[in-house]
């Protein structure tokens, strides 16, 4: 394993990097957004006089004058209404108006004189109210699935749990606010925009205005933080490319922070069932787990928040099912982390509960319950590694000493563990090589540096192939030029760039093979070329797929309740994780430690409430919506099993991004539980909670 400090970092640290909204573009002119104040309903009429008398403004455009784009669902787009194309309301902040004008202040104080009438709306419909639905249309994880008998499972068991839990509304809160450049040169546009995937903004815009998508540009080197909520293709990429065609200027439009609480996506409110049975020797007999979430009533967003209890845990009888309840809402959308960030609280607390009614230690009880193959589907594990990391971990964290009763003064403290686990996502990536005369090494990539050190990741694997100096590689990348990456999201970067990069360099190698030297800019100029390059495209191969791909991870927490205030802080956490190869040991380190405060976050603070009769986000900024800062957070310490996985990728790696952030929430609340007795089944844990 290697360690290498970003290269990314200078560049970032002097402000060298540069990020969407830092892009100088002449003759810019800014754009600003007016937004529908009711959560549903229809547009009657949009007053734009007052705006287009405004100082500096220059047109001001509603759904009755703005460039037509065709209709397109979710995903890839992350709204799956285009704004500003129709009359109809579909949640609180959908914009009704744009407004473009020669400053950024007067372009936001114009959108602030744009006014509406609205016919047809009424009091929103909450997550509490919604009756559960399977969501239609296609689905790319199954709603449920079954196997064995469940009540034969129950009656088998010398112990039951039932129990509910739910998680709360969150946002990404990425620093940097989306934001979008645009411009066309006759029918071709350029897009400077802050998305975790240009490869996916690029068709999505090419289809929005009817032009091939080779006529659509799309720049990002640099993500100021995303999370998720740069993923899918949100309203303002293709506003500020309609306005931009519709003007014949180039156009500026960013975000403010109450905006992206609204048109940038969220991770939704959950809510769980999971009934666990086992023998008095703790082996599992059923395991059921049914999970709901909210989502917008357009679009069917569903989480598939179930999908670790198919594969987790050794049982007979398993059950899992997934719903949604329509609400009047923006559209939800991943979030560091989907899925199981939300699922793993549920069903690793009534993991913890089970093994307290049993009487058995709670690592000793998922060791029991270890499968040999996919529980569900017969699969081998491509690799899996889940009671070692168990044991390491315990170790560490000094889990033998474990005891009731344990407190400090006034501090009640509590141990607690937990599993964390994400399917390893695999999509397609490419990368170009490049040698030249002089020894040079250039990799060129479509992908978007969003803060994980991915640069860093490919001069490591570069750098090992053609024998060079890592920090002699030099990597261009954020361009749709460039070969496509699938994107910076769903963990899959490591995996499936690092292998792109491994075949383009392996197939430079093997062009210079026939040429004297041992150096590669001599073998290039013996050749008699001033470059070789070698372009490669890497994606799943079908073998794989008779493989069960996970990523695994085993959660050690420490807290401390004060007994008169019920104030919780986590002095230290200890996590082993494991996730295939790690090319970058300080970098993954990183990632994991951030993915580690992301489930702090989830446990302890993060809860964005939803008003009962506007149907918006009540606390639209950082003041009121409450993430973690360095005093919330101890000691924490990331190592990983040495292993690679060569059936999920050639380079042997798996993505880590979001495995850091699941199993968190629910080790917290375990601790929570062995310092105080109190099951807390509803995150966030509140004060009042343990008072």
């Not at 519709?246 to 439009?253: E, I």
């Not at 205030?565 to 200890?574: A, E, K």
């Not at 880590?656 to 199993?663: D, H, K, S, V």
Request: proline share 6%; aromatic share 6%.
């Amino acid at each position: 394993m290697t360690s290498l400090i970003r290269p990314d970092g200078p560049a970032k640290l002097t402000g060298r990097a540069t990020y969407a909204a830092d892009t100088q573009v002449p003759d810019v002119v800014y754009a600003a957004l007016a937004p529908a104040t009711v959560p549903f309903g229809r547009v009657v009429e949009v007053n734009l006089k007052a705006a287009l008398d405004a100082p500096g403004v220059i047109e001001a455009y509603d759904h009755t004058n703005f460039v037509p784009m065709v209709a397109m669902q979710a995903p890839m787009l992350g709204h799956s209404v285009i704004p500003l194309q129709q009359d109809k309301i579909h949640y609180d902040g959908q914009p009704i108006a744009l407004v473009l004008a020669e400053t950024l202040e007067q372009a936001q104080h114009a959108a602030q004189l744009v006014t509406a009438t609205y016919a047809d709306t009424g009091t929103p419909l909450m997550f509490d109210q919604a009756e559960d639905i399977g969501p239609g249309g296609p689905q790319w994880i199954p709603l449920d699935a079954v196997k064995g008998d469940h009540q034969a499972g129950l009656a088998a068991a010398d112990k039951t749990i039932t129990a509910a839990y739910t998680t709360s509304d969150r946002h990404h809160s990425a620093i940097e606010p989306s934001a979008t450049i645009a411009w066309w040169e006759g029918e071709e546009v350029v897009l400077h925009s802050s998305v975790q995937a240009a490869a996916m903004a690029q068709p999505v815009v090419a289809t929005a205005f009817g032009v091939p998508a080779e006529h659509v540009r799309v720049i990002c080197p640099f993500v100021g933080g995303g999370f998720g909520s740069k993923g899918y293709v949100w309203p303002h990429l293709l506003l500020a490319a309609a306005a931009a065609k519709a003007s014949g200027r180039a156009v500026k439009l960013v975000m403010t922070r109450a905006q992206m609480f609204s048109l940038s996506g969220h991770q939704p409110a959950t809510a769980h069932e999971v009934t666990l049975a086992a023998t008095n020797d703790g082996k599992l007999t059923a395991v059921r787990h049914y999970g709901v979430n909210a989502a917008a009533r357009v679009g069917q967003y569903y989480e598939a928040t179930t999908s670790a209890s198919t594969w987790l845990y050794d049982s007979p009888n398993i059950e899992v099912h997934n719903r949604i309840r329509e609400v009047d809402r923006p559209q939800p959308t991943p979030m560091r982390a989907p899925m199981e960030g939300m699922g793993q609280f549920a069903l690793e607390s009534a993991v913890d509960e089970l093994a307290h009614e049993l009487g058995i230690d709670p690592v000793e009880f998922r060791i029991r319950n270890e499968p040999a193959v996919n529980p569900m589907d017969g699969k081998p594990f491509s690799q899996r590694s889940l009671v070692e990391c168990l044991r390491q971990g315990a170790a560490k964290f000094g889990w033998a000493d474990r005891k009731p009763g344990m407190r400090d003064g006034n501090d009640l403290i509590g141990w607690g563990v937990a599993v964390s686990t994400m399917p390893a996502f695999r999509m397609p990536s490419s990368a170009r090589v490049r040698v030249g005369s002089d020894g040079h090494v250039v990799v060129e990539t479509g992908m978007q540096e969003i803060g994980s050190g991915l640069p860093g990741m490919v001069q490591l694997v570069a750098g090992e192939v053609l024998g060079v100096d890592p920090a002699d590689v030099e990597v261009r990348h954020g361009d749709s030029s460039f070969p496509p990456h699938s994107g910076t999201v769903g963990s899959i970067s490591t995996g499936a760039l690092g292998s792109a990069v491994q075949a383009a360099a392996t197939e430079v190698l093997e062009k210079l093979q026939a040429q004297p030297g041992d150096q590669l800019g001599a073998m290039v100029d013996a050749a008699g070329l001033e470059f070789v390059d070698a372009e490669a495209r890497w994606a799943p191969d079908e073998a794989s797929g008779g493989y069960s791909i996970q990523t695994y991870g085993a959660v050690f927490a420490e807290v401390r309740v004060d007994e008169d205030l019920g104030l919780v802080r986590v002095p230290r956490i200890v996590a082993v994780y494991s996730a295939g190869r790690i090319i970058n040991q300080l970098a993954a380190r990183s990632q994991m430690s951030g993915g580690i405060i992301w489930g702090l976050g989830q446990a302890l603070l993060e809860k964005s409430v939803m008003e009962p009769t506007m149907g918006r986000f009540l606390s639209r900024n950082l003041a009121g919506y409450v993430v973690p800062v360095n005093a919330d957070i101890g000691s924490i310490d990331v190592s990983f099993v040495d292993e690679a996985d060569r059936i999920a990728s050639p380079v042997g790696a798996k993505g880590i991004g979001e495995l850091g952030a699941t199993g968190v929430s629910a080790a917290i609340a375990n601790a929570v539980f062995h310092a105080t007795g109190r099951r807390v089944r509803d995150l966030p844990i509140r004060i009042h909670d343990l008072l």
